[in-house]
């Protein structure tokens, strides 16, 4: 069974648009991008896009990718005094020359929609509430329940181990919560003999930015099989980390690349956004 992104996805921004409407103002995110790296464009553009949607106010600033890392700082602590502005963006990646840590630190942990400040990640790691989880892995987790799709008491293996998704989402499915409460192995490039551990999953999740790197023989029959990876093959083709055609024989659900994980990152993105709003007590 095909685990259908775009369809919830439609159905959360749906709802969102119908709240929105009684507020007393737009809740309202800054995007920052630097450079024009293509893909970053493009996420950037279809995330304002669905802002709009909803009725989400957005604002982008544009920065050439020879901005130092301290004008970069400079402008975000001018975003987190605006109090138009209830949620925050740094479009990754950035320039080498910038640190990723400091950039997730300058913004206040409260407009922090990515969930990539230290204190999110340490709410997020110690079970505490309040905190913004990080939209891919809230995308997921959402998709499963709405799906009716439980992770609890079950095996869970993930594949990847970025602080994007592997690291946020075993954190998430390892609390004590009734809606979480896995088992979970993370599983990376150096472990030995990895397909002995996807094998034994009931739920897996491939995170590894590697295309069809999971083959229906690292599959145990009947698994859940979330496909996270985005990868453009020389024909301009989107895949997954996931064989597709292969593993969807066996696996009992599987979501596609393009519309699985992706629309689900960015509805999560909107329903951050809304939390920061209200948590501040806009609504």
Sequence with gaps: MILDGRKIAAEIRSDIKIRVREWKRKPAIAFVLVGGHAASVAYVNAKKKACAEVGIGSVLLELADTVTERELVRQIEALNKNEEI???????????????QVVA????????????HPMNAGKLLLGEEGGFIPCTPLGIHVLLQKSQIGVSGKHVVIVGRGHLVGKPLAALWMQKRSDCNATVTVVHRGTENLAKYTRDAEILV????QA?????????????????GINRLAN????????????????????????G?????????LENTMKGYMQRGLC
């Excluded at 949620?87 to 990723?100: A, D």
Aim: no cysteine.
């Design 86 to 100: 209830d949620g925050i963006l740094v479009q990754l990646p950035l320039p080498k020359h910038i640190s990723n």
């Design 105 to 116: 630190t300058a913004i206040v942990p409260e407009k922090d929609v990515d969930g990539l």
């Design 206 to 209: 491939a995170a590894m930015g």
């Design 212 to 228: 069809h790197f999971i083959r229906k023989e690292m599959i145990r029959p009947k698994a859940v099989v979330v496909d996270v």
């Design 236 to 259: 301009g083709k989107l895949v997954g980390d996931v064989d597709y055609d292969e593993v969807s024989k066996i696996a009992s659900h599987i979501t596609p690349v393009p519309g």
């Design 261 to 269: 994980v992706g629309p689900m990152t960015i509805a999560m993105l």
